[in-house]
């Protein structure tokens, strides 16, 4: 059974970090491509972060510079270091596996297995 489990939300204040981890069981071997996704109150979820197995990374505009997506394959972990944090960036943030053969973007519809989320807040 595939499972994804977020962990490392909390409430911070703006400028402050925080480091989101996913730990991802259930496959035969590491997906090829993982990203981040996520759900502010009243909108619709939006992709934050993706990573392809060969390394390359693709953010959006908003948290480029300021967020960094990272993979330990050995230990089946995704990670998203957030820094500069602005009350923007409230939302409950999810990890996701891309469906085989998507493109490895920021596009809900081509993520199939996500996690329950983690709850991250910013103050000013």
């Known amino acids: 059974q595939v499972q994804l489990a977020e962990s490392g ?3 911070v204040q703006a400028g402050g970090s925080l480091r989101l981890s996913c730990t991802v069981s259930g496959y035969k071997s590491w997906r090829y491509c993982m990203g981040w996704f996520r759900q502010a109150p009243g909108k619709e979820r939006e992709g934050v972060a993706s990573v392809h197995s060969d390394g390359t990374t693709v953010y959006t505009d ?5 967020f960094t997506i990272s993979q330990d394959n050995a230990e089946n972990n995704l990670y ?5 944090l602005k009350p923007e960036d409230t939302a409950m943030y999810y990890c ?6 998507s493109y490895c973007g920021l596009t809900t519809a081509d993520f199939g297995d996500w996690g329950q989320g983690t709850q991250v807040t910013v103050s000013s």
Not at 80 to 84: D, G
């Open 96 to 101: 996701a596996a891309a469906r085989p053969g």
């Open 80 to 84: 998203l270091q957030m820094n500069s």
């Open 9 to 11: 939300g909390g409430s």
């Open 62 to 66: 908003s948290v480029k510079g300021r």
